[in-house]
């Protein structure tokens, strides 16, 4: 990107929350934590912070439920900085025994912390209704006591195991060249050994009832999360999958901010996404409502699926999301960070490489015909989950599951 002023430089590594033992859960999330406490050549988080921020940059990390990354954006003429940071970040963290200790109370706050956000709290009990035992349905954070048991032994053992080039990616975007790129790639990383790497539990998509969860919390909103098991990322099918979620929920024009917000005054929040995994995915709708307007949420949100199921998309609404697609797909990659995620997660998520114009061709094949079979497929009573976090008691859920059944 020569027209760039930045560089940005993303870490990606094949190594998230699905890939933990349960006794381990959260242990990627406190690695990503550990890895900024200090290396020998800079010795603590403050060292760190202010190589990058000093020379006008930012660096971050973060974990999800298949991969952890470390992410830098700096002025371009500071590349060969920035990247010796977080390859040193990588390679040299030192992991001390007293770091584990103030990192582990650290981490047990952020836990109480989304534990006291309801619209985040509503996702965790819906990925735990979802996928139950699963890795899956286990917070990335893990939880007080498995963080709490976490030995230092424990993170290097997890760390020789999937800190290993072959489940790397390294991802560089702005006003570089690719040789120079290289050339540091191969200077810090050519002693990295490779290594045989875990592979994750799959997950099936057999749901045979209705699931349904109540978490009292006295609060001035209800707020609901629907989930439905839908195809994996590596599916063929899955832009047939991202376009229905934005007829649905992506947007001021979609089809459930319109009913829901705007001709019944439901929500002020509402809208759909999808968690894609390797092997399956949700298909999640969030709305966050006044208590006493549960029941008609639900019912509406029931109904605006059977419509889409039963042939009333018409092609001017599907092109108008075509567009909205590309669109947004397109102003994304201006960013030369979101660039560099782009990029990394097609290689470590896909495995393959991916072009602008090879993903809007793939949009534009898909046909209407296309999305209510979508909609058929992943709207069906037998894989309909429900979270509901507010005032209600655990006894309300006979109610709201007969109401599932009766409408789903």
């Known amino acids: 990107m020569p027209y760039m002023k930045s560089v940005a430089i993303v870490f990606g590594i094949g190594a998230g ?163 120079e790129v290289i050339l540091q790639v191969e200077k810090y990383f050519k002693i990295m050994e490779k290594g045989k790497v875990k592979n994750y539990l799959p997950a099936k998509g057999n749901q045979k009832n209705t699931q349904i969860g109540i978490k009292f919390k006295k609060s001035n909103q209800t707020h609901l999360s629907f989930g439905f098991p839908g195809i994996s990322r590596l599916d063929p099918d899955k832009y047939s999958a991202d376009l229905l979620d934005i007829i649905l929920g992506s947007g001021l024009s979609s089809r459930l901010f319109q009913e829901i917000r705007v001709k019944k005054s439901l929500a002020y929040d509402v809208h759909s996404f999808i968690q894609y995994f390797n092997d399956i995915s949700s298909f999640n709708i969030y709305a966050g409502i006044d208590s006493s307007k549960l029941r008609e949420t639900i019912q509406t949100i029931l109904e605006e699926l059977n419509k889409i199921k039963n042939n009333n998309l018409k092609k001017d609404e599907l092109r108008k999301a075509k567009e909205m697609y590309k669109g947004a797909l397109s102003l994304s990659l201006e960013s030369t960070l979101s660039r560099a995620f782009w990029l990394g997660n097609r290689m470590l998520l896909y495995g393959r490489p991916s072009t602008f114009d090879e993903i809007k061709e793939k949009i534009e094949e898909v046909k209407v015909k296309d999305i209510q079979k979508m909609a058929q497929n992943i709207f069906t009573k037998d894989k309909i989950n429900l979270s509901i976090v507010g005032p209600f008691k655990e006894k309300n859920k006979k109610e709201y599951s007969s109401l599932l059944q009766e409408l789903g």
């Open 17 to 179: 929350s699905r890939y933990e033992a349960q006794k381990y859960q959260g242990i990627s999330h406190l690695i990503e934590h550990m890895l900024f406490k200090g290396t020998n050549k800079r010795k603590s988080t403050l060292e760190i912070s202010q190589v990058i921020e000093g020379i006008g940059g930012e660096i971050n990390a973060s974990t999800s439920k298949e991969t952890t990354h470390l992410y830098t954006k700096v002025p371009q003429e500071q590349f060969k900085i920035a990247f010796d940071v977080l390859a040193d970040i990588i390679l040299n963290s030192l992991m001390r025994e007293e770091d584990l200790h103030k990192e582990k109370n650290v981490i047990i706050e952020e836990i109480k912390k989304y534990q006291d956000i309801p619209e985040e709290l509503v996702e965790i009990l819906l990925d735990r209704i979802m996928w139950k035992n699963h890795p899956l349905g286990r917070p990335v954070l893990g939880n007080e006591k498995s963080v709490i048991n976490m030995q230092r032994e424990d993170i290097l053992s997890y760390i020789n195991k999937f800190y290993r080039p072959n489940n790397l990616v390294i991802s560089v975007a702005g006003n570089i060249k690719t040789a």
